[in-house]
């Protein structure tokens, strides 16, 4: 089997061509990343052919795509604060890079496309926990961009008869999600701090709540679904029903960490929504097999992973 994985040298793309290297060997693993967010360090030591690039030169796409079975499509400015400052990159990335990426499976005959939406196509809808058939709206430019994703994804199963899937990412974490950067999400965010021994800045009162999903786990559910080419004209969210506050998130760094941390609370930001959590149905029927990484082994793992890069980084 071929793959292209577009975003593939960024934090979700890089775990899934490890995860493909380790779990199904004979894939060709390709990606096509322009390296904006993503790094090429990611790759390092891993069997993948890495083209430099946009989905936004559809030549390229093409190219690339090219033979492929199917496409993990992942690229994207992935980011609620970043479209807020600048919507258009947002949309030209997320919204025509989706269509971009559609287009040329479809003119190549690829069989199979899996798309990656957001829990942020929810927005202002209250309703806890959210089923894919509650209703959706955006809060920010970035939710959006990755309604326009998931609804192109879907529209080109209909209008085309095209296997493709649509999920809708949560609170993705784990082993190589970026810090050190304004727009880093807030577990690596937390961990950074923690580690260099300073305060955890904390957006609002901290009571806004999260359904977090080890990396492992988005990567096992994805390749279930191109090995399978599982297809649905819903989306699914991929996560699985926990609930879990930022301040619980830290009382179990301290827990993890061994040691007490100190919280400053900073303006609530806009377009965050307060609370966010699947009722992780749709994904234990599509993909039974695969059972999710709790959180505290995840945040055990991904802990170890700070620590190490630390390590190395200070030559220890
Ligand atoms: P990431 O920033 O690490 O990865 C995105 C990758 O896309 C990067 O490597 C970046 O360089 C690449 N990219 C951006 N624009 C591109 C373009 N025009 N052409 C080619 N490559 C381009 O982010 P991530 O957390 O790994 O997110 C992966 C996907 O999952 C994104 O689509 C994101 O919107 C979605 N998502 C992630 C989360 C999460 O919790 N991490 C939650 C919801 C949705």
């Known amino acids: 089997m071929k793959v292209l994985i577009t975003g593939g040298a960024g934090f979700i793309g890089s775990n899934l061509v490890r995860f493909f290297n380790g779990h199904s060997p004979a894939t060709e693993v390709r990606v096509l990343d322009d390296l904006s967010t993503g790094s090429i360090q990611n790759l390092a030591g891993l069997d993948v052919q890495f083209t430099h690039g946009s989905i936004l030169d559809y030549d390229l796409l093409k190219e690339t795509a090219r033979g492929v079975d199917a496409i993990v499509h992942l690229a994207a400015i992935p980011s609620v604060p970043r479209s807020v400052a600048a919507p258009r990159p947002s949309h030209d990335a997320n919204s025509t890079g989706t269509l971009n990426v559609l287009e040329a499976a479809r003119e190549l005959g690829v069989g199979h496309v899996s798309v990656?939406?957001?829990s942020s196509v929810y927005g202002s809808n209250p309703v806890l926990p959210k089923s894919e058939y509650d209703w959706t709206r955006p809060m920010s430019p970035y939710g959006v961009s990755k309604l326009a994703t998931e609804g192109y994804c879907i529209a080109y199963n209909f209008s085309y008869g095209m296997k493709t899937l649509a999920f809708r990412f949560f609170n993705v974490y784990g082993p190589g999600q970026a810090?050190?950067?304004?727009y880093a999400a807030v577990i690596p965010k937390f961990l950074e701090a923690a580690l260099a021994g300073e305060d955890l800045?904390?957006?609002?009162?901290?009571l806004q709540s999260r359904d977090f999903t080890y990396v492992e786990t988005v990567?096992?559910?994805?390749?279930?679904?191109?090995?399978?080419?599982?297809?649905?004209?819903?989306p699914i969210n991929l996560a699985f029903g926990t609930n879990t506050t930022l301040l619980e998130l830290i009382e179990s760094m301290e827990l993890h960490l061994n040691e007490p941390l100190k919280v400053i609370h900073a303006e609530q930001r806009v377009g965050d929504v307060r609370a966010s959590q699947s009722d992780g149905r749709r994904v234990r029927e599509f993909f039974p097999s695969v059972v999710p990484v709790s959180l505290d082994e995840g945040l055990a793992k991904t802990i170890e992973w700070f620590q190490s890069e630390l390590r190395m980084k200070s030559g220890n």
């Open 116 to 118: 990656a939406s957001s």
């Open 179 to 182: 810090a050190g950067h304004s």
């Open 201 to 206: 800045s904390v957006h609002g009162d901290g």
């Open 219 to 234: 990567c096992a559910v994805i390749l279930d679904a191109v090995q399978n080419k599982t297809s649905s004209t819903d």
